[in-house]
């Protein structure tokens, strides 16, 4: 783990501008900070050797001290507010890149993990930059000023403190390798209690119904146990690592001190400079220490913030930027030997595929289950890059085409539609914002969904609606928009065989081209062709 992520500067803005802002309060604190010392050797030293009054040294001793506060309030209002912007410009970038990846990348558990590395995961940022990145600032700056002060008065004391100082990161990194195995250890066992809960307390009737609830008991108390152990090893560990790096500052300090006092016996040295060198010598430690400690408690976020890297460096696929797509009203569009194999798979996912799709036509997309039909929908919707084979279209391959505009050619109706909270005509306009409420009516009657009242409501992700009505919906959708060709991934199950054959006439008499994956005789039977997916394979074997 780096100290600080260079991508992180280069990615949000927010964090470049939080970066100049706390080195600037750093240096102002580390210029307060020696104020302070001076002015408190001076008032002392004056008391103790003429007996001054303490009146104009306690003033500005206020001061500094009004002023430190100051600049710990602006320090604080900083890192919030590079915190929440940071946080928001990685949400977007995230969020726009997974777009571009397509719903293919996004599928599976990738969209879980997403929500979670967006919402709660990022939150995990906000001690980075409101403890963490401050105090080492702070640590790059007030040492440096600090010893270089010291050693206007007194060069062997500066000297001192800066042949000790580098202990203190020198320790911390030994005791950060010591301690990697052991919070993995408490990390690990930390998620086989959370799985273990999780399995109990999700399978706790059919525990109960087998009467093995008491059996789990047991079996969780060793976990927990386990859990305990280890966290009491790691916080043992935490302990003797502070207790390990304020012993060694309260050496090097009292190693200045020792020298200081020896000098000052001897009049090598006045009252005033060995009191500036012995207040300030703590200060030039402090900071250091704090970075340790702040390290650990960051350490979440920059895990979180590491996770973003990784979807934002995923490549997109290489896609042209020709805008002048041909209308596939007119010109038809041709699969060759498209194959495609996902990352991690040994198997083709689809192999050797060709298609031919020439406008009006309704195609009946055939095969097993598993055997690669809503794969070649994903191609022909450039979700997918085949690793051979192409799609063709009047001459160009559809890869040079920019990807939203090629997109534009086709409504897509996936197999499992996405539907979002508002009503039955908020959906459907998805397709066509601006259509009338006859319009929407009329597109709900070519998808055989006439009964569905326009503000029936529809609840987060379909819920309120059966499968088949979420389904139908999105067809309406599809069929709302003006785009050429339709992709329906089963897009009538639910309905009864007259109900879709009414639907594919419906399609057919709009005038697109229909590209349907189908199962049910009834609805392969309305098409006008059929293709098989996956027949390759078998008359290989
Ligand atoms: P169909 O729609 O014909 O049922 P799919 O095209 O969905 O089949 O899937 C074809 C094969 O590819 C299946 O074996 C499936 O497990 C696999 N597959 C589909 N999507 C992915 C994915 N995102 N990552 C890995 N494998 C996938
Ligand atoms: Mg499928």
Known sequence: MKPLDPRLLRRARGARVFLAASVLIGVASGVLIIVQA???????????????????????????????????????VVAQRAAAAVKSTLRKQVLQHSLKLGPVWLSGERSSALTTLLTKGLDDLDPYFARYLPQLVLASTVPAGVIGWMATGDLIAAGTVLITLPLIPIFMALIGWATQARSRRRQHALAVLAHHFADVVGGLTTLKLFGRAKAQVTAVRRVTDEHRKASMGSLRLAFL???????????????????VGLRLVDGKLGLETALMVLILAPEAYLPLRQVGLQFHASADGVAASEE????????????????????????????????????????????????????????????????????????????????????????????????????RQFAWVPQRPGLRLGTVADNVRLGKPDASDDEVRMALLTAGAGELELDKAVGEQGQLLSGGQQRRVALARAVITDAPVLLLDEPTAGLDADAEAAVVAGLRASGRTVLMVAHRPALIAAADRTVTVGTRELVKV
Request: charged content about 15%.
């Open 308 to 407: 973003v890297f990784r979807v934002l460096e995923t490549p997109l696929p290489q896609r042209g930027d020709r805008t002048d797509v041909p209308d596939l009203r007119t010109i038809p569009l041709y699969l060759y030997d498209v194959t495609v194999t996902y990352p991690g798979r040994e198997e083709a996912a689809l192999d050797g595929f060709d298609l031919e799709l020439h406008p009006g036509e309704v195609v009946a997309l055939t095969g097993a289950s598993g055997a690669g039909k809503s794969t070649a929908l994903a191609v022909l919707l450039g979700f997918v890059e085949p690793q051979r084979g192409v799609v063709v279209v009047g001459g160009s391959a559809a890869d040079e085409f920019d990807p939203v505009v090629w997109r």
């Open 241 to 259: 690592s502070s207790f390990a790096l304020e012993l060694l500052a309260s050496i090097s300090v009292a190693l200045v001190a020792v020298g």
């Open 38 to 76: 001076v002015l408190l050797a001076r008032g002392i030293a004056g008391v103790v050797l003429h007996g001054s009054p303490v009146t104009a040294v306690a003033w500005g001793l206020g001061a500094v001290v009004a002023g430190r506060a100051l600049l710990v309030w602006a320090q604080e």
